[in-house]
């Protein structure tokens, strides 16, 4: 499988490059539409950097059988549809069965879609196994984060068109922000298991209770 990368090094941008990015956002909001992503797994690596206290919220899709963790003082949240919203995570979260997102959700992939192929792109080039795509900086819209991205990076898989990783900086407080999300498909799943420990054994002792050095996390269990 072809796995893309990005810069932020590059100038000048390609129509072509350009255009091949809108179509495979397009082809990735179809799939997420379609029956095909309820059998999906999927592993959400998310990651901040800087001191300053925001609110970040980030939005994947899962469904029952595995645990979810986050720190005491953001928030987690798991609906009826099996939704979950991570508030500004702390943590690598697990999630695998995924189930069809619900309304507001798919309204953030569009809001997010938009937000990408709407903007003066920087950086636009397919060489080899490579395609980058840099956006321009964007003027902080009051205090929501969602809108003040300075830059924006996404990476491409150019068989698939799946949407494989997005990276963005923004400001918040007055410092600068890094996010970066990570989405692996189910056989990269298993690959990554394959290396992990077996998650239950690292949040419940022998006896099923939740071990102490966790008492700082929220967990749910919904097997």
Not at 14 to 40: F, M, Q, T
Not at 164 to 182: C, D, M, P, V, Y
Not at 189 to 195: D, I, L, Q, S
């Amino acid at each position: 499988m072809m796995i893309l990368s990005f810069t932020s090094t590059m100038t000048g941008a390609g129509g072509s490059c350009v255009e091949h990015v809108r179509e495979c956002l397009d082809k990735h909001l179809a799939w997420l539409n379609s029956p095909s992503w309820k059998s999906i797994d999927y592993v959400v690596v998310t990651a901040s950097t800087g001191t300053a206290a925001f609110t970040d919220t980030v939005h994947v899709v899962s469904g029952p059988g595995y645990f979810y963790s986050t720190s005491k003082t953001n928030s987690l949240i798991v609906t009826e549809d099996s939704f979950v919203t991570i508030t500004h995570p702390a943590k690598t979260v697990l999630l695998r069965k995924g189930q069809a997102q619900p309304e507001s959700a798919m309204q953030n992939w569009n809001k997010l879609v938009s937000e990408i192929v709407g903007r003066k792109v920087l950086a636009c080039d397919i060489a080899g196994n490579q395609l980058r795509f840099v956006t321009d900086p964007k003027k902080k819209n009051g205090a929501n984060a969602e809108f003040s991205m300075e830059q924006l990076s996404i990476v491409i898989n150019n068989e698939t068109c799946r949407l494989i990783e997005l990276e963005r900086t923004f400001i918040a407080n007055g410092r600068k922000q890094l996010q970066k999300i990570t989405v692996l498909s189910s056989k990269e799943v298993e690959e990554e298991m394959r290396t992990r420990v077996d998650p239950e054994s690292l949040v419940y002792d022998a006896k099923g209770k939740l071990k102490p050095e966790l008492k700082n996390y929220v967990v749910k269990d919904l097997r």
